[in-house]
């Protein structure tokens, strides 16, 4: 089966910020995009100011998994289409939510926590350890990898405690921070991401990109029996 992924990107940084728009020419999304369809899945890139921020019924119907990255605009996306992800979250498809997500409405909604956090732009380096060795999300990676160049998140991050961790970040500066979390909400599989600050080339990385693949084919729904709801009246077995 060929994995359907929507890369959502805000898309508001390369359009106000030049040194963004250098980093990435064609969007932060795209490299993700470009990686994944080297990986065989179909992906297509869906952004904020399209209508409906690209994510039609239509469009999240045909989505096993949705990757989001989000900062300056949380507030502009639409509670309505935040509701209809979350109700496909709820019916399996899985969500990926990478860096500044972590503030996201949807991320927020899904975790029923603040999200916050510590921060600091300093140019640090982020080391990487993988903490659950023989989890997929870790495959092919070493047991740490870094990040020459990246913004720091810091402890203590206010979400519930993850149903399995994945990654925890050292950076050059003191802080840890722990940058890879799953989680299951209804059917669907949820993996938090850290790195990817939009004045870095995180998301050219091997590593990073080789993480969220890996995360797609996790997070993807599977074939398990269709749940039903509410009101019960014939039992399966004979009563009195
Ligand atoms: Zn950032």
Not at 64 to 79: E, R, T
Not at 132 to 141: K, Q, Y
């Given at each position: 089966m060929t994995l359907r992924v929507t890369v959502w990107n805000?898309?508001?940084?390369?359009?106000t910020h030049e040194d963004v728009r250098k980093m990435y020419p064609e969007g932060l999304h795209q490299p993700i995009v470009n990686f994944l369809r080297e990986q065989g899945m179909q992906a297509r890139a869906a952004t904020l100011d399209e209508p409906e921020h690209g994510l039609t019924e239509a469009a999240l119907a045909e989505t096993?998994?949705?990757?989001?990255?989000?900062?300056?605009?949380?507030?502009?996306?639409?509670?309505a289409i935040v509701e209809r992800v979350r109700q496909r979250v709820l019916e399996g498809m899985g969500l990926i939510v990478l860096h500044s997500g972590h503030f996201s409405k949807i991320f927020k909604l899904l975790m029923g926590t603040s999200c916050n956090l510590k921060w600091r732009e300093a140019n640090e380096r982020e080391r990487i350890w993988v903490v659950?060795?023989?989890?997929?999300?870790?495959?092919?990676?070493g047991e740490y990898f870094?990040?020459?160049r990246e913004e720091m998140y810091g402890e203590f991050f206010d979400?519930?405690?993850p149903d399995e961790l994945v990654f925890v970040s050292w950076f050059q500066g003191g802080e840890v921070f722990r940058s890879g979390c799953c989680y299951t909400r209804g059917r669907g599989r949820i993996f938090y991401f850290r790195p990817g600050h939009e004045t870095y080339p995180t998301y050219y990385q091997p590593e990073v990109l080789r993480v969220i693949a890996n995360a797609v084919r996790w997070a993807a729904p599977s074939a398990g029996p269709s749940v039903t709801f509410g009101q019960r009246p014939q039992p399966l077995e004979k009563l009195g």
């Open positions: 805000e898309g508001r940084h390369e359009k096993d998994v949705l990757i989001w990255w989000g900062h300056m605009a949380h507030g502009d996306v639409q509670d659950s060795p023989g989890h997929p999300i870790t495959e092919g990676l870094e990040i020459p979400v519930p405690a």
